[in-house]
């Protein structure tokens, strides 16, 4: 009977410690439901293809349910039908392999996708076997030309990046701005007594102070819409006053030893002259001596004959 006892005592113990392990904490705040497939607008874009292949550039501020047609006039074989596919960014969409007949002598395949996150943009493609392909680019609009040379400042020194929308397309609905470093991007705001950002419709502008050579990178400005972001980059190189007199001081240096070299080699071949010549003289001394001597011992040797 004691046996029975601990065996029900043991089986209390695992229990507890069982329940214990349980996730009791409460359960964060759930985040927004996302708008209801069936509740989105519906937008449709079509393209006739008469060729082998077309490119259509689909620009999306909100979620939506878009619908893609896509309408080939065929080739000259004009096959009762043909097989077509879809696929995003390359890769083939599971289950979108359909039979398209020829009817009025063209092929039409039109597919409704759901477009509801950033996730959902990009290249999707339509393609008729292996003959024909519509390439449909779904993007939020894209910011306008960036400045292709990087700005240059100077260390101490204050700059301002400007980075703006065309206001053609949709204004954002706000900016952001970020700063490369290594393969991270921080926001650009986080120290706010050195960096000053300014939104204006469709421009933005980001001054930074005080600028030390760490500064230098890319930074990164994007254009938020509801259902992406747009993203722009401008290259900053920060360089101590000494940088620019580096060419001009490099030029000097080079001048020195030019000239230096002419001093030396001019003075070495002047050593060089006045050697040969005190050589010269010296054997012209030597000559007129070795002369002098002969005449002596001649008007001596007359002397004696006499």
């Known amino acids: 009977m004691s046996a029975t006892w601990k065996q ?7 229990l507890l410690v069982f ?15 996302l708008v209801p497939i069936n509740l989105l607008p519906t937008d449709e874009r079509s393209v006739v293809l008469k060729g082998e292949s077309h490119t259509e550039k689909v620009e999306l501020l909100n979620p939506v349910n878009l619908a893609l047609e896509c309408t080939w006039t065929g080739n000259q074989n004009k096959l009762p039908n043909i097989t077509a596919f879809w696929t995003k960014d390359g890769d083939e969409i599971e289950d979108s392999h359909l039979t398209v007949q020829l009817e009025n002598e063209q092929y039409n395949l039109k597919t409704v996708f759901n477009i509801v996150s950033e996730e959902n943009l990009g290249n999707y493609s339509c393609v008729f076997g292996s003959e ?19 700005i240059v400042s100077y260390v101490a020194d204050s700059v301002v990046i400007a980075c703006k929308m065309e206001e053609t397309k949709p204004k954002p609905s706000s900016w952001k701005w970020f700063k490369a470093n290594g393969t991270d991007k921080i926001f650009a705001g986080a120290e706010s007594t050195r960096y000053k950002i300014t939104n204006v419709e469709w421009k933005t502008k980001l001054e930074v102070f005080n600028l030390t050579e760490a500064d230098s990178g890319l930074y990164y400005c994007g254009a ?4 992406s972001t747009t993203m722009g980059h401008v290259e900053l190189k920060v360089i101590s006053f000494f940088e620019p007199l580096k060419p001009f001081i490099a030029i000097v240096v080079e001048v020195i030893i030019l000239v230096a070299a002419i001093l030396l080699y001019e003075r070495s071949r002047s050593k060089k002259d006045n050697t ?12 007129s001596q070795e002369e002098n001597n002969g005449s002596e011992g001649s008007s001596s040797m007359r002397q004696r004959k006499v």
């Open 8 to 14: 029900l005592f043991f089986q209390i113990q695992l």
């Open 19 to 33: 329940c214990r392990h349980i996730n009791t904490k409460t359960p964060g705040p759930t985040p927004p439901p």
């Open 132 to 150: 024909a392909k519509i390439d449909f680019v779904l993007a939020a609009p894209q910011i306008g030309e960036m400045r292709d040379k990087p």
């Open 224 to 227: 938020v819409y509801p259902l």
């Open 276 to 287: 040969a010549e005190n050589a010269m003289n010296n054997q012209t001394n030597t000559a």
